[in-house]
């Protein structure tokens, strides 16, 4: 694991250097080697990554150069689903990932990572030495918590592209990005600036936004429920939704269907795939995890046979 110390790097020259459009005009015929490459090359659907959850491979898979914004209400486990996939394009597909959480310290966020590596609540000390040094290499904290100014969000992602060879970024959260919660313009012309990182460098961009509470968490909130501008959703490339099943937990004790799903994962947008729909998932607390059947047991990653 490595951390960004924001006192040591220039990212102000990232975002001067991102506002550098150059010409943009050219003839048809100048895309010719990026349609071949879509259709047979480095970004055609061959090359598409996996989440690492069975039940969602082929329906949701991630696209280099894509923004994706997890929603949820607070407490409904978005970060902690998202640290999952993050942990499994690490393991199985060798991606290298930035988190950029301006609400966890990095020594929560690496605690939450461990346990669902192992998949126990208290890994070995062994394993927990193992495993960050199992990071070096694959895994970048940006070590910054409360409010980050958009243009310093936008300029840190540039830097990770293109100084660290980032596959994967996350920003947790939009409402940490030092944007008024009524100020839609600004989060409008943020996510705007974030999908055109995207394109240009082919870099995934994963963007943690709250839902508005409702009167009811029982309902299962859509993509229109999410806090902030209304274009937020048409910017984006994807829409995830977590939602924990609130008529489960709060059933009275005794009348509660164990094996009822806990949580749902509700794809509300695929801007280049025609799947739109709903997963079911279990979570296992200890390993915060998040399992695809009720039968199933948390998994672990094997580290040189260190024990768990």
Not at 119 to 135: D, I, L, M, N
Not at 173 to 192: N, R
Not at 220 to 241: C, H, Q, R, W, Y
Not at 289 to 301: G, K, N, R, S, V
């Amino acid at each position: 694991m490595n951390t960004l110390d924001p006192t040591e790097i220039d990212f102000d020259s990232y975002f001067a250097d991102h506002q550098d459009d150059g010409a943009k005009i050219k003839p048809a015929s100048h895309f010719v080697a990026a349609v071949l490459d879509r259709f047979y090359g480095q970004t055609s659907e061959a090359t598409w990554t996996p989440t690492g959850f069975r039940k969602l491979a082929g329906d949701f898979d991630l696209r280099p150069g894509e923004l994706t914004i997890w929603a949820g209400i607070n407490g409904h486990g978005k970060t902690t689903f998202l640290s999952h996939v993050m942990l499994n394009l690490i393991a199985y597909a060798q991606k290298r990932v930035c988190i950029a959480s301006m609400e966890m310290k990095p020594v929560a966020t690496m605690a939450k990572l461990a346990q669902q590596a192992a998949g126990v609540s208290k890994p070995s000390q062994a394993y927990v030495r193992k495993f960050h040094q199992w990071t070096d290499g694959y895994l970048w904290l940006y070590d910054h918590q409360g409010k980050l100014a958009a243009s310093r969000a936008l300029a840190v992602a540039t830097y990770c592209r293109k100084e660290l060879q980032i596959d994967h970024m996350v920003i947790d959260s939009l409402m940490k990005c030092g944007i008024g919660p009524e100020d839609y313009a600004a989060q409008k012309d943020f996510v705007d600036g974030l999908t055109a990182i995207c394109r240009d460098t082919g870099l995934h961009i994963h963007l943690v936004a709250h839902m508005r509470k409702g009167e009811n968490e029982r309902v299962a909130p859509d993509k229109f429920g999410v806090k902030g501008a209304s274009e937020i959703v048409d910017l984006t490339d994807n829409m995830v939704i977590i939602w924990k099943n609130m008529r489960k937990l709060d059933a009275p004790e005794g009348k509660r269907i164990d094996s009822d799903p806990d949580a749902y994962l509700r794809v509300g947008k695929q801007r280049h795939h025609p799947w739109e729909g709903s997963k079911a998932f279990w979570f296992d607390r200890g390993s915060q995890q998040f399992l695809e059947t009720y039968a199933d047991q948390p998994t672990y990653i094997d580290m040189d046979g260190v024990t768990q």
